[in-house]
């Protein structure tokens, strides 16, 4: 996921399949720091000139309630994000000893 601020706008999430607007109070501040390198104890430390801890709290917890951010241990500065997910595993296929007779789809 991407973090658009536009000033004055809104607060733009961009992912592969849709596009998110928000605006709420400080969330242009706080935004921009979402990218999994920081807790929320950091995340009060680096907006302290912007915002309260009481206030980048409540941001949070809105956004963790609307399902836009997650819990998860914070990743060194830098460093690459997690892939994707593997993909599933093949369909199970016959063996070809034990195929029917007539064509087998490929």
């Avoid at 921009?32 to 917890?61: I, K, M, N, S």
Wanted: proline letters at 16%; aromatic letters at 2%.
């Amino acid at each position: 996921m991407r973090v658009e601020v536009v000033p004055d706008d809104a607060t733009y999430l961009l992912s592969e399949r849709e596009v998110t607007a928000l605006r709420a109070p400080g969330l242009e501040a706080l935004a921009p720091l979402l990218d999994g390198t920081r807790d929320l104890a950091a995340l009060q430390r680096e907006l302290t000139a912007a915002l309260t801890a009481d206030e980048v709290a409540t941001l949070v917890a809105a956004l963790r309630r609307a399902g836009l951010v997650d819990d998860r241990p914070a990743r060194a500065a830098g460093a690459d994000p997690p892939g994707p997910p593997p993909p599933p595993p093949a369909a199970p296929r016959p063996h070809p000893s034990r195929r029917p007779t007539g064509t087998w789809p490929e």
